[in-house]
């Protein structure tokens, strides 16, 4: 009886080995920008009780629930609408910060603060699967928090840290674009608008919907008069390279001392990433950045990247000066989190990011009969030994075969072993009893030169499988 063939589960990527190389070689190189700015690796468990989970207002549809496939069913259903449900219950985290803000709090005696953190982890979100939106992803956090104050010099260096990162990274054109919570919400105070919180939601959906849909909304659901929509729709137009947005912004005529504090802190942010803005990464400010997420009160981040404006940022995160407390201490904090699966993905389905082979081998050593195998296996060994990936032919197959399948694995080098038995280290290159030495071929030239295993090296561009960007 035939197996019926797997059904594919949307919303959970699985790579291509090429696609994983690219993969880890950008988390690697995240991971090194990170460490280089004195960020130290974290790594918290999959699950929160839901009591955590939800505490800022998240939308627990999203949640995934962790449960005993043979759970109690009465236990689960006599505390099903209390406290003790959201305590005892389970969930996966669905982003980086709040796991963090709970470990913060629990290791706070053991922490040096300002704390400096980086975290690279799986996280599930219970969402429509759609390009850019995985119901299994990676995300790559970085955060800095404090103990009662955080210093506003750190909105701006965590900011430069991402940008950074990002810039080495081979993707396409990015934009970082930054607001203020300080400045937008200090801007709706000064228009008069009653109920701040609609308005900022409202205007999160700008990049998704037409100026005259915002507009109604604005008036149905923040309860503005077509005044305070105008006023609103004007400052969330400003977009500036520098610091000349705070004259624009002055140009509109409000004036509330949040605004100006947002302003001036927008400012120095743009005014101290300017050193990273080149033609493939660029800063702005963008007054129509709001972020839903309700923990945020000052910095706001964004990113989008060019060609794949529809998935919308790929890189967010901003300041939260309450989203840890023990009732005593607080500890603010400024993050930024960038989608790793949701930067990647759509570039492997588009062709446009991939390896330069998908199996890690430079070398492959021929096998010239079975009676050999172990002879080439310490010819194998002797280049694993100085880092140089290799694997020995599966069979004793014409050589012609072997470097066939070498070309059909995209391993660069087929090794030939001498042809006695003498010391196969490579020590007898010069075969002076008359055989022949060890060879090896780059069988994408042809070029077969004598070698000796204890000493040859691959080009160091051949000695890894390397990013290619064929589409970019």
């Not at 989970?53 to 549809?61: F, V």
């Not at 982003?95 to 603060?113: H, M, S, W």
């Not at 070498?406 to 002076?432: C, K, L, T």
């Amino acid at each position: 009886m035939t197996a019926p063939k797997p059904t594919p589960l949307s919303g959970f990527p699985e790579l291509l080995p090429a696609e994983r190389f690219v993969e880890l070689q950008v988390i690697d190189q995240l991971r090194a920008t990170f460490e280089l700015h004195g960020f130290a690796p974290v790594e918290t468990r999959a699950v929160e009780p839901l009591s955590q989970l939800l505490r800022k207002g998240e939308i627990d549809k999203e949640v995934y629930l962790l449960r005993r496939l043979q759970a109690d069913d009465e236990a689960v259903a006599s505390s099903a609408d209390g406290p003790e449900r959201l305590a005892n219950t389970l969930g996966l985290h669905f982003d980086l910060t709040v796991p963090f803000a709970r470990y913060v709090l629990e290791n706070a005696g053991k922490l040096e603060f300002p704390f400096r953190r980086y975290q690279i982890q799986k996280v599930w979100r219970g969402e429509r699967p759609q390009e850019g939106r995985y119901r299994e992803f990676t995300q790559a956090d970085i955060d800095v928090v404090a103990k009662d104050v955080l210093a506003f010099h750190h909105d701006v260096e965590v900011a430069r840290v991402m940008a950074e990162a990002l810039s080495a990274l081979p993707l396409p054109a990015l934009r970082l674009q930054v607001n203020n919570r300080k400045l937008i919400e200090g801007f709706y105070r000064g228009v008069g608008a009653g109920d701040v919180p609609a308005v900022m939601r409202v205007i999160d959906k700008i990049d998704k919907l037409p100026a005259e849909v915002i507009a109604t909304m604005l008036a149905d659901e923040a309860g503005l008069t077509p005044q305070q929509t105008g006023a609103c729709l004007a400052l969330a137009d400003i977009r500036s390279a520098d610091s000349s947005f705070v004259d624009r912004v002055g140009a509109l005529g409000i004036s509330d001392p949040l605004l100006d504090e947002g302003l001036s802190e927008l400012a120095e942010v743009i005014d101290g990433c300017a050193a990273v803005d080149t033609d493939r990464f660029t800063v702005e400010a963008d007054l129509s950045i709001a972020r839903g997420l309700d923990y945020y009160t000052g910095t706001v981040f964004e990113t989008r990247m060019a060609g794949f404006e529809s998935l919308g940022s790929i890189c967010s995160g901003g300041r939260y000066d309450s989203l840890a407390s023990d009732g005593r201490t607080s500890y603010p904090g400024v993050g930024i989190s960038l989608g790793v699966t949701r930067l990647l993905t759509p570039l492997f389905a588009r062709k446009k990011l991939t390896a330069s082979r998908s199996v890690p081998s430079a070398v492959l050593v021929a096998l010239p009969d079975e009676q050999s195998r172990r002879r080439c296996g310490d010819i194998a060994q002797s280049l694993r030994s100085r880092g140089i990936a290799t694997e020995v032919s599966p069979l004793p197959q014409k050589y012609g075969k072997q470097i066939r399948f070498a070309e059909r694995r995209g391993i660069p080098f087929v090794w030939f072993p001498a042809s006695s038995d003498a010391d196969s280290s490579g020590a007898d290159v010069s075969r002076a009893d008359g055989g022949t030495p060890h060879e090896v071929k780059d069988i994408r030239s042809g070029e077969q030169v004598v070698a000796d295993p204890s000493t040859w090296e691959p080009p160091l561009e051949d000695l890894r499988p390397q990013v290619v960007q064929p589409g970019l």
